[in-house]
């Protein structure tokens, strides 16, 4: 079987599957909805890399994902990046990190889609049932960042 072809999806079909997955919230010991995130932005773009990094503050119970700064964390073949806050308020809580292999490969559309999908992450983090904490109390030491590659 050939490597599958990604298609180019319009941001606001992109941000409408975003909300559903969310919305339906079904995390399971094998399954986390930031996964199918990441999967929904990884296929719906010409993205070659995405990243899901919550903070490493352990008084805010919010250590999951990390490793390192987004920022510090690039795939060999990465041209270009993109690294949105995710935070609401005042309060960071992590960052969403897209990569490309391409180099002209990000418009202000992309940013302008990142910056929804990163508010729509800080409402689903700290919102109703308190996903950040739910998960925190429950994991174990950090995991490796979360990502879906090409």
Do not use: C
């Not at 490597?3 to 399971?28: C, F, G, W």
């Not at 919550?54 to 987004?70: N, V, W």
């Not at 949105?84 to 960071?92: D, L, N, P, Q, Y």
Request: charged share 25%; no cysteine; net charge positive.
């Amino acid at each position: 079987m050939g490597p599958q072809l990604k298609s180019y999806r319009s941001a606001q079909s992109i941000v409408a599957d975003i909300e559903r997955t969310l919305a339906d919230n079904r995390p399971s010991f094998h399954h986390s909805p930031l996964e199918e995130v990441v999967t929904l932005l990884s296929d719906g773009r010409h993205y070659s890399w995405v990243g899901i990094y919550l903070s490493s503050d352990r008084k805010s119970l919010s250590a999951l994902l990390e490793t390192a700064h987004p920022a510090q964390v690039a795939m060999p073949e990465t041209r270009k990046k993109i690294v949105v806050s995710i935070r609401i308020a005042s309060r960071e809580l992590g960052s969403l990190g897209v990569e490309s292999d391409r180099e002209h490969s990000f418009g202000s559309d992309d940013r302008v889609l990142l910056e929804q999908v990163a508010g729509l992450l800080a409402r689903f983090l700290t919102g109703k049932g308190k996903y950040l904490v739910r998960r925190a109390l429950q994991s174990q030491p950090a995991a490796a960042p979360k990502a879906a590659a090409a």
